[in-house]
């Protein structure tokens, strides 16, 4: 986060690649959903760390960032900018870059707002939110065709509003994520999704009460999925679905955090675990899932086994100083 507002360009840019060069930087490879980790970061810090000074810090950089990002607006406040749902399997095209990128838009208001609060600039915190609710209305607008569908029906599209929570239109976020699954059903649990859809669909999926279907997709033996990275032996992720670039990169690397939240159930509700809920997901056909997090107050074990008349037993364990919220 120090490179990246140190780097900040005057404008308030930010580089999609720290340090950066020529060919990566303000000139290719930014857009909001690369940028967003300056809004991401602050927050993941706040919650597993319990780390609230560096977000505090770091809000200057956020205002200089929403300023550069109202100059590359509409007048709704939508953007369309750098890139979106980046590798998409089998070679189609990602989902418009403009309904992620405004998702993105509408996220960093709410962040912004939320850390204007905590530096106690409380008029600054309503204009950020007065501006996400003027980019939800225009998203909604813009994208929204009714009857749980978004743009096209593409999944990423569909994931979107559900994943930013508070984005889909009022009332229909049970309808749009029946549609998801429906897409991912009639795909056969295989991937039809690129770099931002590997995260949102997964999470919203298990959100909805879907967590057997997102885990038929990261364990797709076929092309495009998961397991095809591992059929000759190959233990990291690749850069692409169909393999030919990286064999070693971070792209779609999700899985393993959504599992610790929605199969084993490690749900932290207050800064620095102080607080978490478990909610595991037993999934069809699989006999066990342990996991375990070194939070800042000490180990927190959680997941189940199946006993021998196949029902889960839970497993569950804090240290001292955590409360614990069984259930949704």
């Keep these: 986060l120090r490179m990246m507002t140190d780097t900040q360009a005057p404008n308030g840019a930010v580089s999609c690649i720290l340090p950066h060069g020529s060919n990566f930087g303000f000139r290719w490879g930014s857009g909001p959903a690369w ?58 095209q990602p989902v ?12 960093f208001h709410r962040e912004a707002a939320f850390w204007a609060e905590r530096c106690g600039e409380r008029d600054e915190a309503a ?45 229909e976020e049970r309808k749009v994520a029946e549609r998801l699954v429906e897409a991912v059903r009639a795909f056969d649990h295989k991937v039809d999704y690129g770099i931002l859809g590997s995260k949102w669909i997964p999470r919203v999926l298990a959100e909805y009460g879907y967590a057997d279907d997102a885990w038929k997709l990261m364990t797709q033996p076929e092309l495009p999925g998961y397991q095809w990275f591992f059929r000759d032996g190959e233990d ?9 670039s990286s064999h070693n ?3 779609f690397g999700d899985p393993s955090a959504w599992a610790f939240e929605y199969v084993a159930g490690i ?20 006999e066990s ?20 008349d196949g029902s889960p037993q839970l497993v569950f364990s804090a240290p001292p100083g955590v409360e614990v919220v069984k259930g949704r």
């Excluded at 074990?301 to 021998?308: H, L, N, S």
Aim: one cysteine or more.
């Design 35 to 92: 940028d967003a980790l300056l809004f991401e970061l602050p927050r993941c810090l706040l919650r597993f760390r319990g780390d609230e000074a560096t977000g505090r810090a770091t809000y200057p950089a956020m205002k200089r960032y929403l300023a550069f990002l109202a100059s590359q607006a509409d007048a709704d406040g939508l953007v369309d900018w750098g890139l979106g749902d980046w590798c998409c399997a089998n070679g189609k």
């Design 96 to 107: 418009a870059t403009r309904l992620t990128d405004s998702a993105y838009a509408w996220f």
């Design 127 to 171: 204009r950020y939110r007065a501006g996400a609710d003027r980019i939800r209305d225009a998203f909604n607008r813009a994208f929204y065709r009714g009857d749980g569908v978004y743009l096209n029906g593409e999944q990423t599209a569909l994931a979107a509003p559900l994943y930013f929570r508070g984005l889909c239109a009022d009332g």
């Design 236 to 244: 990291t992720l690749w850069e692409t679905w169909g393999g030919g």
């Design 249 to 251: 990169h971070i792209m």
């Design 267 to 286: 749900v932290p509700l207050e800064p620095g675990f102080r607080k978490v809920a478990f909610r595991p997901n037993p999934i069809d056909g699989v």
């Design 289 to 308: 899932f342990v996991a375990t997090h070194r939070t800042p107050l000490g180990e927190i074990r959680a997941g189940w086994r199946r006993g021998k």
